[in-house]
């Protein structure tokens, strides 16, 4: 270990980042100043990476969970040689465009293994990281060959350490011994609002050894000690590592540090200047030459280990070429077609049964799909066929997953699954348990990953479980975010084709709502409906002649709303089921109005709030339930809340 | 202490229990049956309350956080004699319009301390009961007499530990000191997947201390043990106690106890027969006369003690009349009014600085308001002025509380403060993180209580920080939260009123949704806008002549439509200000076409997702924001997502 480079690449990461944050007149010094150390013995000794390829599957994962500190990362990516991550990226640090964006944002930079800033998250994903890791391992090793065999590291502070997700996910990589995962916590002991003594006085080491961690302590600023204490956390194959490292935040800006002036602000232009004289820095956006030397000849070894891995890849796919198969498939991205339950017309099915079928032939078709409840798995319909084992530190090849009772730490481990490469992720809970989690779906929308999200009891008719458990709002809040796609099938048939519009998904997340309630499979009078409800919508019946209106209603309402319509007389009624709108009005306007013809009435329903609705029909013509429900057997809930066929018929016959 | 008669009560929520469950072929068996000791022991000897009055201020306050396990509730609120629960109420257990509904809901009968259900969050409000408790002795509390001084428990599950809600609470409580804060922990290593060893092995009892807290173990079946352990939680004053009892979960389902069969779903006839042949019940919805004869004298000794408290308040009244009145003040539930503060036409302001200006002001008119930030305490313009203390173990008479970055528990925690009676509560975030207290949001509305939510940094002009900081659909999610109040002011003057109006709000949850940029405050029309804002929205701006087009703003973008209506010329453009749709849209149609007259066209503009707009504009016509935003200077992302006043001004003219 040549220490005295280190050093350099940690005077470098002080040097960038005090003159980046300080040209963009925004960002947090605090984190990058107080941890250039562990970045540098990181990024220079401890990761096995190669810059040249940031994608090799067999690298070592890093995630920033304090993802306020991204200078942090931009720096070590660019000194180690990240090809995405150039000097002139670092010098536009928040600025449009620029791959330095205020909080690593995944897909900006090869080596930004997941977007973080949202805390204790990035922890969590981190775990999901070294779960993935472990799942591939147990599939793709043989005897002869190990091919997956790398660690998941992740940097947190005391936010991180503060929010619920962390403790979560902690408690879960404790569980499952996930030895691989080493986290080290920046104890800088301040947060914005001061010393963490305010606040956060646990003992935070404890807390992990209840957890089932290993804990190990030292310096932010001894590398041999850092290296003393990840071999030691190596060495623990059964555990998960904390690592403490006590550190000052701000080091270096000889007023700022160890105060929360230095967390979340620009050094200011004198204060610069004193750090940077202070810390012997020369010159702006400065980068010792030591450091680069360090670094070129770093890239020479990684690239070697690189390509002894890739040989060893190749030997290994020779000799089994099944496994090669597997691996390709799993890392392609593309779901493999399965054969979909088979549902007739007049079976009584809940959705979530059904869902359950689909996801049981899409799981023995594709051998990456992974994942499960939040202590759901019955009720969500979540459960894996009895062949798939079950996840555990004996048995990582198995595929399913008992998340616990952590919706949130759930969804964060899923997404970072999935960020790993190679597997597909799912995770259930009841839907309104959706705002447990909600903060995990939003990141899995903003990365572009493929999760998917079996949200069960989709309304009112869960009945007895009451407003706690009837989701109301969830449908339309989930609807708002960005790049969430969520389907809501009308009945058995059209779940099975949800299941495979969700595999067939590949650049964000998709929401599956599921009834609790067993619904009637109906016919579909539009012949191409596997095709059209891929617009989000399609035709279940077409009236005789030119409809005088059109009822559009997602899952269970579309019963609903044909008994309604077979309710009233006179009226030319045409019933769309619209499991996405978010899909559907995404659509070309031709593709809209062959479903809804324009100028004719429309009338909406969905056992959930309207919001959204009125782009559809007036408000007079929109069945919803706009306040909390009530507890009692579904239909009488919904007879008290006046959601009913009967209730629709009156808007029809108005 | 009766054991022979607390045996025969706990025999009494059994049978209650199995039947009930029964008959509503619904509900959860387990607990009741699991932690019918408990319950006895609870309601028999260790509450400090009194059915008669179930709103007595000093009461001690119990909190099912395991909400599911309701008919233990239930029934003891029935034996123990509040006339709130009749024994009709328990036979139409789950049925619309019974006060036993499927879960705990606050306000359906006294003795029901919070809504419960969602796990997690009952043990995170018993622990802001707690504080609630703290403070108000701190503050009305004399040498000489002693008027509050009550203890909060609180039944966790496993399901309540393994959520980062009650993780985060229990490290606030523990930092805090709440030594009058017990739990009981039913601890039958059973959930609804099966035993605990599959998600759920970590040492809770070290994870508790680590916390701070003390912990206890015993028998669930063991009233001496019980007795002695609480009295042994009562010995520590400066820590919170948790009460580990090791249970059965169902015990007495002879066949079902100690699975996870017993634990959601009624035990069928044949097992609820076995049962209560095996258990001795002699008939359905039995009570055991002894549990009878032994509530009829303990009412005795409640209304005694009760009454020699109310002696002691009238002594204490006379003795402090001032103390008296602020007494009075605080459990009004009103606000008083303050002198809010004043700004001019041109002023530029931060709604968040005009924010923290009012909240100021209305802080030191009313001494019951307390509250704080999740560690963002400036940034969110949180602070309280300086002579109000911060609330710590040291100084239970602090106001402003450092929830920790704990977003969840924080507002969870407020819930607690607000339920207790006697004071008022804010926190406060980024709207960004509204996603991360979301759960505890929605029990606001649902159990009607006005805390208030500072929710900064409301929009894509947050600037830098880049998409995970920057809320664009959290406004729309918000909005569809049944009662759920989301007032966004367009500068300081409104800022002002929006406070206000939060103060005045007593039935449920305001959001305030506040800038981080300056806006600038402009001149308002409308010369009763401080009366007519309390519809929702008013004319900031009317034409000359008979408008050609309204324009709906909300927030920042006020001021960006009126900087489009002066770019525009030849239309008469009229500009609204809607800080709260929901209200507004609530109000009559006489109200709303005096602002919005009809047939005009109508243009929404929001820094934010569209949904909800569609109501009042058509889609061409709404400058919305439905994507992700971007991490750069606000006025470039903006630029960069095309949302600018010339954008606005385009739409105008079309």
Sequence with gaps: MNIAALEKIALSVRALSIDAIQKANSGHPGLPLGAAELGAILYGELLRHDPADPHWPDRDRFVLSAGHGSMFLYSLLHLAGYPDMSLEDIKTFRQPGSRAAGHPEYGLAGGIEATSGPLGQGVAMATGLAVAETMLAARFNTAARTIVDHYTYALVGDGCLQEGVSAEAGSFAGHQGLGKLIVFYDSNRITIDGSTDLAFTEDVAKRYEAYGWQVLRGSMYDFEEISRLVSQAKGEAKKPSLIILGSIIGKGAPNKQNTAGAHGAPLGAGEAAAAKQALGIPGDFYIAPEALDYFAARRAVWKKNRETWLAEFEAWSKENPEKRKDWDAFHSGRALPAALPVFAVGDKVATRNAGNRALGALAAANGNLTGGSADLTGPNGAALPPDVGVYSAADRAGRYIHFGIREFAMAAVCNGIQLHGGLRAFCATFLAFADYLRPALRLSALMKQPVIYVLTHDSIFVGEDGPTHQPVEHLASLRVIPNVRLLRPADAEETAEAWAMAMDRRDGPTVLALSRQ????????????????RTGAYIVKKPGGKPDLVIIATGSEVGLALEAAAMTAGKQVQVVSMPSRELFEAQPAAIQERIIPPGVR?????????????????????????????????????????????????????
Tied chains: 1, 2.
């Design 602 to 654: 429309v009338i909406c329903c969905e056992a959930g709030v309207r919001s959204g609705w009125e782009r559809w029909a007036q408000p007079a013509d929109i069945l919803s339930i706009d306040r909390f429900g009530e507890s009692g057997p579904a239909g009488r809930v919904a007879e008290a809340l006046g959601f009913t066929a009967g209730a629709l018929a009156a808007i029809i016959s108005r």
């Design 518 to 533: 067993e619904l009637t499979v109906f016919p579909k009078e539009d012949p191409e409906w596997k095709n059209t409800i």
